[in-house]
């Protein structure tokens, strides 16, 4: 066997025993040390397996990623983000579907705090969910609309996958920010206008609410400033170059809990379950990441990779045709495994033959994150759609996955959109960047 089919071969092993159950990030570790071992030999395989390791776990960038995580789970254990379900409930719910709408605007309200989809639908779930069913609404769109809801702090920023993405192929995390706010507004704005069409064409799916007064409607106002304040520390910091997205991570920590605690909600009986979820989404992101890096410098050594962008690059294939290539292969991943692991999977191999078509890293790292939201509520794997399930178990899976069907194609609209018209992504970063892309 050539070495670069004992490339391709890993890579068959590696989904099948992910396919089988095993968790992607011992799969890709386990296929990546032992190929690792017949082309380096053991002693080199075990070198590059601690090098790695060690990498990964001091890389700065990457030190963002736990504390978006523990900035968003502080905001959800102490409550700061479910009092905006009130506000955009008491502006919009009069309108047919408005209570969906208004959920969802509530999820994207906090991605601007965290940058877990997983955590934004099981905050969403257990706060609005409840609140669709005692207004009337079908089970199927008030679960299907959260669990696709929930994938918006994917295309908020900050965003946990824009950072993976950023550091998988060493762009800027604050350019990718700016470029992903736009497509991240677009999308909730669809699912908003999805909601209100779909109840005004069934009025029994989504009935219309009572209208809140003025006073109640202004009432509700102050509920947007912790999030409004988070968003400005966190973004601002980096809009401004005051500080890099690290540093802004740490400094939208400390704000969330000055916060909490000036509403007096920031107690140790909060504070320990937000560390330790924290703490083991963080875990389980590095795992990958030290799986990922393992497999890719296996497909190297093997010159996979390098037989994958000559092969990729001799088909030949038009600029559209080679978008419509990835797209097709993502929406396949997005149905057999995690979004996570699809991006640290892919990137190594996939990015370079963006780069020798010339697709604008940017914008390319923008239609990853979306088509990741996508692989989140896509049957049989969607991680949302399996929170949401967690959260409301009296919802069968397959209802969940009845009402978000609408929104996965609400979503390709949505990456249509931005493969027709890529100003919508790279407008603001050449505006705000001095026109470098």
Known sequence: MSM???????????????VLGMPMAY??????????CFTLGPVNAATQTMFVA??????????????FIFMGSIAYHTGIVSELFVAFRRWIGFLPGGLAAAGIMAAASFGAVTGSTAA??????????????????DKGMASGAIAASGGLAAIIPPSVFVIIYAVLTDQSAGEMFIAILGPGLLTTALFSLYCVIRCCITPAMGPKQLHATWKERIHCLPAAIPVMLTFMIVIGGIYGGLATPTEAAALGVIGVMLIALCMGRLTKKLLVPAFKEGAKMSAAIFFLFIGGWLMARFMVTTGTTRHMVDMFVGFNMSYNTLLFAMFVLFLILGCILESTSILVLTMPFMFPITQQYGVDPVWFGVFVTMMMVLAGISPPVGLNVFVVRSVCRHIPIMTIYRGAFPFICTMVIA??????WPDIVLGPVRGMMGGFH
């Open 4 to 18: 670069v089919m004992l490339g391709y071969a890993g890579i068959i092993t590696m989904l099948a025993l992910a």
């Open 415 to 420: 990456i249509l959109a931005i493969c027709i």
């Open 54 to 67: 060690w990498e990964q776990a001091s890389n700065f960038s990457l030190m963002s990623i736990p504390l």
């Open 120 to 137: 934004a639908a099981a905050t969403m779930a257990s706060t609005v969910i409840p609140e669709l069913e005692k207004a009337g609404y």
């Open 27 to 36: 799969a890709m570790c386990v296929v990546a040390s032992t190929g690792l």
